[in-house]
């Protein structure tokens, strides 16, 4: 599979140097921006490109690209703002997520691209000799009905200039414009204020876990019940999860067509379908989900199918795993908006190996019809606005 990023692939990089080429020069044009509400502009500086990897990049930037952002009100409310579609620009989310320290890999970026091409979004920061990808989003359609909002990300050097919120309002618009019900969003420590400036409130945690493979080598599970998913599984099981979540059909499609062999269906003694559970590859390890369930025990069964399939590749030695917090023994301490938690959750109740590492909130949007000016007004005084701004309408 060809590399969405075709040159400067963090993971390789050893130096980005700009003024060179015009495809780095696009790529990585957030290090030409100076921001007067966070980072000034630097000709040249040392940058972990890959989040938490302790790997760093020289970045060289000529003096004569540096660009100015106002300093008197944020870019999003001024015509150097530009929003739209993300056409060739996959290589900026696939950026943004490593920079994140996210899981995707070039597969994942291209398949949520596919599922809907209208519903990914990048914003740029555009002037005069400059095109500046700086943030990307995407509103993934669930079944007919359906969406789900997610892959916000903002490149560091020019966070808080409303570029997040205002990529929130694109995809609420874009949602409701194709007539879809939005069902929620998994958001970040640092995410969740700015969806809470639009509606969203808090439903509950998701820990982003990490565990031992090899904690489920040559454990016994029901292999006459739990057997490798195939082709013709895929209407019950997608009947199933319907029942249990979402219709999702096509993203369940999509996965299993690129996890194939890695998928696991629990039946009973009657056939049905009583669980199931999806692994993928990752960027940084394999992933195991979605995973859905009647009973932690076949859920025992089923992880145990799926550890010890992934461990066939000798390269596989942990996986990521998302889990409720209610599914640990001993919660933790949670801190309100610390990106990083010191007391996190222990004692998984299927896994004796599994880290928590980072937590999502999931939230869902609930305004009151009474709430929505409250809400409006409240968003336009905190980022002066007035009723006429695009922003508003």
């Not at 972990?48 to 930037?61: F, I, N, P, Q």
Request: glycine content about 8%.
């Amino acid at each position: 599979m060809k590399r969405l990023i075709k040159k400067g692939d963090p993971q390789r990089a050893q130096e980005i140097v700009l003024g060179q080429d015009a495809y780095l020069d696009a790529l990585y044009g957030c290090f030409r921006l100076h921001n007067p509400k966070g980072d000034a502009f630097a000709p040249q500086r040392e940058v972990e490109l890959l989040a938490r990897s302790g790997k760093t990049v020289r970045v060289t930037v000529p003096p004569a690209m540096k660009v100015a952002l106002p300093a008197e009100q944020k870019v999003v409310n001024t015509d150097l703002f530009r929003l739209e579609e993300i056409g060739r620009h996959g290589d900026s989310m696939h950026l943004l997520t490593m920079r994140a320290g996210w899981n995707q890999t070039a597969g994942d970026i291209r398949r949520m691209i596919k599922l809907d091409k209208h519903g990914s979004f990048v914003a740029k920061v555009t002037g005069p000799g400059f095109e500046i990808p700086v943030a990307t989003s995407s509103v993934l359609p669930l079944g007919r009905n359906n969406t789900w909002i997610g892959m916000i990300l903002v490149h560091p050097e020019v966070r808080r200039q409303g570029i997040a919120n205002a990529m929130m309002q694109a995809c609420v618009r874009y949602a409701l414009e194709q007539g879809k019900v939005i069902n929620g969003l998994d958001a970040t420590p640092m995410g969740s204020t700015v969806y809470g400036a639009v509606g969203y409130v808090n439903s509950y945690r998701l820990w982003r876990s990490v565990f031992q493979l090899a904690e489920f080598a040559g454990k016994p599970f029901d292999r006459q019940r739990v057997t490798p998913m195939t082709q013709t599984d895929l209407p019950a099981v997608i009947r199933y999860d319907a029942s249990a979540f979402l219709e999702r059909e096509d993203i369940l499609r999509k996965l299993f067509e690129d996890g194939a062999g890695d998928c696991f269906v629990y039946r009973n003694d009657a056939g049905v379908v009583q669980g199931y559970c999806y692994a993928r590859p990752g960027r940084l390890r394999p992933f195991v989900g979605p995973f859905i369930s009647d009973t932690e025990e076949i859920a025992r069964h089923l992880l145990t199918a799926v550890s010890q399939k992934l461990l066939e590749n000798k390269k596989n030695a942990t996986a990521f795993l998302d889990t409720p917090e209610s599914k640990f023994a001993d919660r933790g301490v949670y801190m309100e908006r610390a990106f990083d938690q010191e007391k996190k959750p222990s004692g998984h109740r299927l896994s004796a190996t599994l880290k928590p590492v980072r937590d999502f909130t999931r939230m869902y949007q609930l305004v009151p019809y009474l709430e929505a000016d409250k809400l409006v007004n409240r968003f336009m005084q905190a980022e002066g606005l007035r009723k006429e701004s695009p922003r508003v309408a």
